[in-house]
């Protein structure tokens, strides 16, 4: 069955490769470069290797903007089982994408101050440091932003695919339940940062249910069923 015969396949596809450059850019870069509780060695790390920095920065952009045609390829798939719906799940993926571009310029800071050039000799090292910490944890704090929408457009697409008929209906259970992670995880870092790790730990797998949505996607495929005249 071929991608352009098959509209889960081609859904499956672009969602992977909107997956690759979101792994690069928010877990790979920041397990090489951020040191837990250490901002001078996550500094100075930075400092070093500011170019795969500068690349997580582009990664993140490229998975963003590939994730558009993602949201609207998973709108043609699923609009049969029930417009209204579909088009709120595609409206709540397409808002987190701007928050996404604009919390990159926490990320443009960081790079700009890690460096120490010539035009921030104003700032000695331990200011340029608190800097980059601040404009460090208001990147985490835009990406707990987005993650609400990261988490409230799965209820609407499990929904959908619970509905669909044409896709595993488990499926549609586990993406509501994600939807439920990605709140959980965001409003503890907003709310209550203390038990954020605690909580991460316990609920963050349950996210990974994207992926297996994906991976059905791509290798078993799905397409709508004839529509009656």
């Not at 944890?137 to 609407?156: C, I, M, T």
């Not at 990605?182 to 316990?202: C, K």
């Not at 297996?212 to 495929?221: A, E």
């Amino acid at each position: 069955m071929s991608l352009t015969m098959n509209p889960g396949r081609f859904a499956g596809l672009l969602y992977l490769l909107g997956s690759i450059p979101g792994f690069f850019g928010l877990l790979y870069v920041p397990g090489k470069l951020m040191v837990h509780g250490d901002p001078t060695a996550t500094a100075h790390n930075i400092a070093a290797s500011e170019t795969l920095f500068r690349l997580g920065i582009f990664a993140d952009l490229a998975g963003q903007t590939i994730f558009i045609f993602v949201a609207l390829a998973l709108y043609h798939l699923l609009k049969g089982v029930n417009q209204r719906h579909a088009l709120l799940m595609l409206v709540l993926l397409l808002v987190s994408i701007p928050i996404s571009f604009l919390n990159e310029l926490n990320s443009v800071a960081v790079a700009t101050l890690a460096p120490g050039t010539d035009s921030l000799s104003v700032f000695d090292e331990p200011q340029r440091i608190a800097l980059m910490r601040l404009f460090l944890s208001l990147r985490g704090a835009g990406f707990d932003v987005a993650g609400v929408f990261w988490g409230l457009w799965l209820y609407p697409l499990g929904l959908l695919v619970y509905r669909s008929g044409f896709i595993p209906r488990v499926l549609g259970i586990l993406l509501m339940a994600g939807c439920f992670a990605y709140l959980a995880n965001s409003f503890t870092s907003l709310v209550l940062p203390q038990y954020e790790a605690a909580v991460s730990r316990w609920i963050s797998p349950i996210q990974l249910v994207e992926m297996l949505f994906m991976l059905w996607l791509l290798i078993m495929g799905a397409k709508p069923k004839a529509q009656p005249d």
